[in-house]
C-alpha cells in the first residue's frame, strides 16, 4: 500500500471520529468566496507540496473578519511563490477558529524496534528545540501513560500549577484514542501540535498523518519453548584437560552442579573424575542441556547429534560466527533452534549460571555468592567483570545469563522465565543492541519483579529526512530510555549500579555519620539528587546523641562526629542511631584525619548486629587501605568515593 496524506480538513474529521477535539472550520477553494462566521481565526495551507506550514509561510493568525481571511489567503499564496511551491486545483485552504492556550503535542511514529510508538510533550515551533517529550509503546497502559507523563517538564500543568484546573485523565484518554486510531489504522507517522490545553480540555489545532503498510515485523515462535533455567543433565561438548582453556575452565566451574554433569571430548579419558566421551553420540539416554566449547566449523554438526538426544536447551560459547562475518552458519542455528524447538544463548557468550542448582557453565570466575538477582548481559566482557566485581564483595546472584551474539533468546523471551523463578527477586539487564521490542515491551510489562537496566550505544544514529515532527524526535536512546522509564524499569547510568542498585532498592531515609563537615554535605547533596530523604533527628534523638558526642557536634543530619573522631565515638553513635525507626540506610563516611582509625571504625560493624543497612565510606588513599582490605575481607559492601556510593540511588 503506497503512503497516503490526508487534507487538514479530511484529518479533522477523522480525529473527530476517535473523540478528539478539534476546532471550528471550513475548507475553501483557491478562488472560493470565504464565508466564516468563528474569529478570531486562522487560515493555512493544505497542499501534499507543503510539509511545514510554518516554515513557508502557509499560516495566518488572528484574522477577525471574511475580508482579513481574503487577505490572508493571498498573503500565503505570495508566501508559497517565494519557495517556488506554485497552487493548483488539487489545493485548498482550511480557516478555523483560533484556539487559546498552552501548546502542547502528540504524535505517534512506527519505530524500527519497538513498532508504534506515541509521543507526548510541549509543542508548537520549539518543539524540537527543547523535546520536552516523552515517549510510550503503542500498547501502554494507564498507569505506563502517567509515568511517561511525569517524566516531562510540562507535566506540572497537571498537578494544580498555580491553581489551574487541567486534568491528567485529559493526557490519558487522549493517548488512548491515538492507540485505538492506530489499532485500527496502518499509520506510518502521525502528529497534532500545536494541541492547545484549554479550560475544556485538549484541541487539536494542527494535525498531520501519513498511512502506509507498517514494516515492522517480529518471529516469535510458535511452540511453546522449554524453560531454560531448568537444567537436570548437563553435557559440555569440548570439555578439556589442558590449563588454560575455555573447555578446562567451563568443566572446572560446573564441577558444583548437583544434576547430573557429562563431558565429551574425541580425544577420550578423563576429567575431574568424570568419563570423557568421544563423542555425543555414545552417550546414553536424552541430554537436558548442552554447553559447546569446540571449534566454530563442528558447531553446527554436534548440534545435529544433540538434537537426536532431545536437546532442551543450547549454551554455545564458541565465537567466531556473526562477529566473523559467519552470518550464514548463525541463521542455519536459528532455523535448527526453531524446528526442533530448542533454546539457545550465544554463539560467543559467556556462558550461564543457575544458583539453586549451582550450576555455572561458564568461563568467568568460579566463585559466584548465593542471592536472589539476576543479571542478562549481551556483553560476556561486561558480565565477566561484574561477575568479579560481586564476588569481590560477596554480593550474590540466582542466575547469570550472557546471550552473546542472540541468535535465539533474548531478553523479551527470558524475563518472563526469571519472572517465574522462585528465587530470582530482580532482574538487571546489560543491553547494546535491541530486536524484538514489542515482545520486549510486553514481557516487561507482565514482570511483578523489578527491572534494572544499562543501555550502550546512546549516542544519536544519523536519520532520515523526517515527514513530521515526530519522525525527528524518534530512532534515538532518549526514545528507548523514555519508553523503558514508562514501563517502570529503572534505568541506570553506570555497570556498577547493575549489581549495585537491587541492594538499594528499598531505601528512602538516609542517616549520615561523618567526621568532616565537607565531605558530608557532598554527600548530602548526592543524595538529594538521587530523590532520597535525609533523616531528620527529632530532639529526643538530638538529646541521646549529646550523651556521646562533644558538645560542638552537628546536632544535625548529616551527623557530623567531629575530626578527633576515633572508633569509640563512631561505635556508641551507631548504637544510638542504629535504634532510629523509619531509617533505611546509614553511610559511615570516614575520611583520613591524622587521628583517623579507619581500620578500627569499620571493625565496629562485625561487633554487632546491626538492624539496618550500614555502608562504609572510604574516603582516602594509603591511611584507609587497611580499612578497605578488611571489608573486602570480612565481606563488608563500601565505597572508595561519595559518587560511587550515590550513583544508583536515584
Not at 559467556?350 to 549451582?358: A, C, D, I, V
Request: net charge negative; with cysteine; glycine share 8%.
Amino acid at each position: 500500500m503506497a503512503h497516503q496524506t490526508l487534507s487538514e480538513n479530511e484529518l479533522y474529521g477523522f480525529l473527530n471520529k476517535y473523540g478528539i477535539k478539534t476546532p471550528e472550520r471550513k475548507s475553501v477553494g483557491i478562488n472560493d468566496k470565504i464565508e466564516f462566521s468563528c474569529f478570531p481565526a486562522v487560515i493555512k495551507i493544505q497542499s501534499a507540496k507543503v510539509v511545514h506550514k510554518s516554515d513557508v509561510g502557509g499560516v495566518v493568525l488572528n484574522l477577525l473578519s471574511n475580508d482579513d481571511l481574503e487577505k490572508g489567503r493571498e498573503q500565503i499564496i505570495e508566501n508559497l511563490k517565494k519557495h517556488n511551491i506554485l497552487l493548483d486545483s488539487n489545493d485548498s485552504f482550511i480557516v478555523t477558529q483560533m484556539v487559546f492556550g498552552e501548546e502542547l503535542y502528540i504524535g505517534s511514529v512506527e519505530d524500527s524496534t519497538f513498532g508504534n510508538v506515541i509521543l507526548f510533550g510541549k509543542g508548537g515551533i520549539y518543539l524540537e528545540l527543547y523535546k520536552d517529550v516523552c515517549y510510550m509503546e503503542a500498547n501502554a497502559g494507564e498507569d505506563e501513560i502517567i509515568r511517561a507523563l511525569n517524566t516531562t517538564k510540562i507535566s506540572k500543568l497537571f498537578h494544580g500549577f498555580r491553581g489551574f484546573d487541567y486534568q491528567e485523565k485529559w493526557v490519558v484518554e487522549l493517548v488512548k484514542s491515538v492507540q485505538k486510531m492506530l489499532k485500527e489504522h496502518e499509520i506510518k507517522e502521525f502528529d497534532i501540535n500545536p494541541l492547545k490545553l484549554t479550560k475544556d480540555g485538549l484541541i487539536a489545532v494542527d494535525a498531520r498523518i501519513l498511512k502506509g503498510k507498517s514494516d515492522y515485523i517480529e518471529a516469535v515462535r510458535e511452540k511453546p519453548r522449554p524453560n531454560f533455567l531448568v537444567n537436570e543433565r548437563v553435557v559440555i561438548v569440548g570439555a578439556s584437560t589442558e590449563k588454560g582453556k575455555t573447555g578446562y575452565t567451563v568443566a572446572k566451574n560446573a564441577q558444583s552442579f548437583r544434576g547430573d554433569l557429562l563431558y565429551v571430548n574425541a580425544k577420550g579419558g578423563e576429567l575431574f573424575g568424570k568419563k570423557l566421551y568421544k563423542s555425543v553420540s555414545d552417550i546414553e539416554g536424552n541430554i537436558d542441556t548442552a554447553v559447546i566449547v569446540i571449534g566454530a566449523k563442528f558447531v553446527i554438526p554436534t548440534i545435529h547429534e544433540l538434537v537426536k538426544k532431545k536437546l532442551k536447551n543450547l549454551i554455545i560459547i564458541t565465537a567466531g560466527f556473526k562477529e566473523s562475518g559467519h552470518e550464514a552458519e548463525e541463521d542455519e542455528i536459528a532455523k535448527l533452534a526453531s524446528e526442533y524447538n530448542f533454546n539457545v544463548i550465544g554463539p560467543n557468550c559467556l556462558g550461564f549460571y543457575e544458583n539453586e542448582e549451582k550450576l555455572n557453565i561458564t568461563f568467568g570466575t568460579g566463585l559466584v555468592h548465593a542471592g536472589t538477582h539476576a543479571f542478562l548481559s549481551q556483553s560476556g566482557a561486561v558480565l565477566a567483570s561484574l561477575m568479579d566485581r560481586a564476588a569481590e564483595l560477596k554480593i550474590g546472584f540466582s542466575h547469570l545469563i550472557s546471550v552473546g551474539n542472540a541468535v535465539d533468546l533474548r531478553s523479551a523471551e527470558i524475563i518472563p522465565m526469571l519472572n517465574d523463578a522462585k528465587d530470582c527477586e530482580s532482574i538487571s539487564l546489560y543491553l547494546e543492541g535491541v530486536a524484538r521490542g514489542r515482545s520486549l515491551c510486553e514481557s516487561i510489562r507482565k514482570c511483578k519483579k523489578p527491572i534494572y537496566l544499562f543501555k550502550a550505544a546512546k549516542s544519536d544514529a544519523a536519520k532520515k529526512a523526517a515527514f513530521s515532527h515526530t519522525g525527528n524526535l524518534s530512532g534515538n536512546y532518549a526514545m528507548f530510555n523514555g519508553i523503558m522509564q514508562s514501563l517502570g524499569v529503572k534505568v541506570v547510568n553506570t555497570l556498577d549500579s547493575l549489581i549495585f542498585a537491587p541492594l538499594f532498592r528499598d531505601i528512602k531515609n538516609v542517616a549520615i555519620i561523618t567526621n568532616a563537615g565537607g565531605p558530608g554535605t557532598v554527600l548530602t547533596d548526592a543524595i538529594s539528587a538521587g530523590n532520597k530523604t535525609l533523616y531528620e533527628l527529632n530532639e529526643k534523638q538530638k538529646l541521646e546523641l549529646d550523651s556521646v558526642l562533644p558538645p560542638m557536634w552537628s546536632h544535625n543530619n548529616p551527623i557530623d562526629v567531629i575530626g578527633d573522631a576515633l572508633p569509640d565515638r563512631y561505635e556508641n553513635t551507631l548504637k544510638i542511631v542504629d535504634n532510629f525507626d523509619n531509617l533505611d540506610l546509614i553511610y559511615m563516611l570516614v575520611t583520613p584525619q591524622d587521628m583517623t582509625d579507619a581500620l578500627g571504625t569499620v571493625q565496629i560493624l562485625k561487633k554487632y548486629d546491626f538492624k539496618h543497612k550500614i555502608v562504609p565510606i572510604l574516603l582516602g588513599g594509603e591511611n584507609v587501605k587497611s580499612a578497605r582490605e578488611y571489608c573486602l575481607k570480612e565481606g563488608i559492601l563500601f565505597f572508595s568515593n561519595i559518587a560511587q556510593a550515590c550513583e544508583f540511588l536515584s
